[in-house]
């Protein structure tokens, strides 16, 4: 799917507003649990229930919540833990540049949207054909895994030592698989993606154990890099 | 700095990072380079988290069998055009039994 065809491809269409929401409810519900997996880690590492929650309301992006509470366990610096928590959002500043004109928001409408910005409404917001289906996913996602994230964190943190392993019922896979479902579209449908996606995968595993965890898929954008000096192409 | 301080920081630091990219002025967003950039960009750090999501473990890689053989169920899944739900149940579902029978 390109910017053009977003352009193009506006009118009313029942059936990929549907699927949209399809799509959006079940990453929403599916990455939703995950914030089980980030309530229990957030306690165990020192936070306290409503920390988790705040956090988890206020942040909402799932790196970066991991990053803190991680420090926060660690016992690292408070300040430097903060400020690289923050930097690994950085990917959620590209998001929005590419989302502002699919979406097409302006004032409080702007503010709120904003706060949703993240990786699974991105994947399903591009993951839809024409610009209706983008933003009907993106709030249908944005929505449902709001809801679920912030549940979960509650669940998760308040729970912390009942919970059992989350991985013994395979939900480590769900992120990764509903990952894989949404860009599915794109790998199928050109090899300059295919190129993009396996160098930036190469690239995020190589600096993997180099550097701290989030800052190798930040990294990874570099991968995206030739297309500022190509001028052939278009996907 | 107290534990709060850092989580309320955190809060607004990433919101202000996810407004930033939308409030990108146009006359940057309409370059055709920096379309070409940003459209690329999706893919590009969604499959590096994939990645990274299924081979690392904090900062160590790590082969687990279980779970690569989950997220390649999805990919077959995929491939056999199956609808977004069952490939998320099969991938979990792979994992899970695999991990039962002491992978």
Request: charge should be positive; aromatic fraction near 4%.
């Amino acid at each position: 799917m390109s910017v053009i065809e977003d352009e193009e491809v506006d009118a009313p269409d029942g059936g990929a507003r549907r699927a949209a929401v399809r799509d959006g409810v079940g990453v929403g519900i599916a990455v939703g649990v995950s914030g089980l997996a980030f309530g229990a880690a957030a306690v165990t590492a020192g936070l306290t229930v409503a920390q988790a929650c705040v956090l988890s309301l206020l942040a909402f992006t799932g790196a970066s919540q991991f990053a803190l509470a991680g420090v926060v366990g660690g016992g690292g610096g408070l300040v430097a833990g903060s400020l690289g928590a923050v930097l690994l959002g950085g990917r959620n500043a590209l998001y929005g540049m590419r989302l502002a004109d699919t979406l097409g928001v302006r004032g409080w409408r702007r503010l709120l949207t904003a706060h949703v910005v993240i990786d699974e409404t991105t994947a399903v917001a591009t993951a839809q054909r024409g610009r209706a289906a983008a933003r009907t996913g993106f709030y249908a996602t944005a929505v449902s895994l709001y809801l679920a994230w912030n549940a979960t964190t509650l669940l998760g943190a308040a729970g912390a030592a009942r919970l059992g392993d989350p991985d013994v019922v395979g939900l480590d896979v769900l992120g990764p698989a509903a990952f894989l479902g949404l860009v599915w579209p794109r790998l199928t449908s050109g090899a300059s993606q295919v190129r993009v996606a396996v160098a930036a995968a190469v690239i995020a595993i190589a600096a993997t154990p180099l550097l701290p965890p989030g800052v190798p898929v930040m990294l990874a954008a570099v991968a995206a890099l030739p297309a500022l000096i190509t001028r052939t192409e278009r996907s | 700095m107290s534990t709060w301080i850092a989580v309320i920081a955190t809060g607004l630091g990433c919101y202000a990072l996810k407004l930033g990219g939308l409030v990108t002025p146009r006359r940057v967003l309409d370059d055709p380079r920096v379309r070409r950039f940003t459209e690329l960009v999706p893919v590009a750090l969604l499959t590096a988290l994939i990645a990274v999501q299924a081979l690392a473990d904090g900062r160590n890689l790590e082969f687990d069998a279980a779970r690569l053989a989950g997220l390649g169920t999805a990919a077959v899944a995929l491939a056999l055009r199956a609808p977004f739900l069952v490939v998320l149940v099969v991938a979990a579902g792979v994992a899970a039994g695999l991990r039962l029978l002491g992978l």
